[in-house]
């Protein structure tokens, strides 16, 4: 895993991806990557019944799960901005893990973590949870003139 440079120099000219990084996860994905390059990428459970678009918007990346669920519909989200890429739980019971700390909305917990270059480690749910990804940051790309 690399170290984790200086956050707040991220920048929105960073390739952002995704992989699955379980076998679970890797069973479950057409795709080994996903380049993430909008403003917010949200994560959550694919839901066994069916639902109005209208009524929920869907993750960006839809995860597979059986009951007992250990993620949520709405998980968490990956957010770009012109200084930072973060990582935000979604108000989860069990939360999200991030390079081995726990972020979550309840009471104790810090929601939302920064991203730094290089590889990061994402698990939704428990620690030991089989539902990992790797998110890769990359170094800006030089600006065309």
């Known amino acids: 895993m690399s170290e984790i440079i200086s956050v707040r120099n991220v920048s929105i000219l960073s390739d952002v991806l995704i992989e ?3 076998p679970e996860m890797k069973a479950q994905s057409l795709l080994q990557a996903r380049k ?3 403003r917010y990428f949200s994560i959550g459970r694919r839901s066994s019944r069916p639902t109005a678009l209208s009524e929920y918007a869907l993750p960006d990346y839809l995860v597979a799960e059986k009951y007992p669920y250990t993620i949520s519909r ?3 989200e990956i957010e770009r901005t012109n200084s930072c890429i973060s990582v ?3 108000n989860i019971r069990l939360g999200t893990v991030v390079n081995g700390t726990r972020i ?3 009471e104790g917990y810090e929601s939302e973590i920064d ?3 290089g590889e ?3 698990v939704l749910g428990r620690s030991a949870g089989v539902i990992r990804f790797r998110v890769v940051v990359t170094v800006p790309r030089p600006q065309s003139t």
Do not use: V
């Open 20 to 22: 699955p990084d379980s």
């Open 36 to 38: 993430i390059d909008k």
């Open 74 to 76: 709405e998980h968490c």
């Open 88 to 90: 935000r739980d979604l």
């Open 104 to 106: 979550s909305s309840r």
């Open 115 to 117: 991203l730094g270059f």
């Open 120 to 122: 990061q480690s994402l």
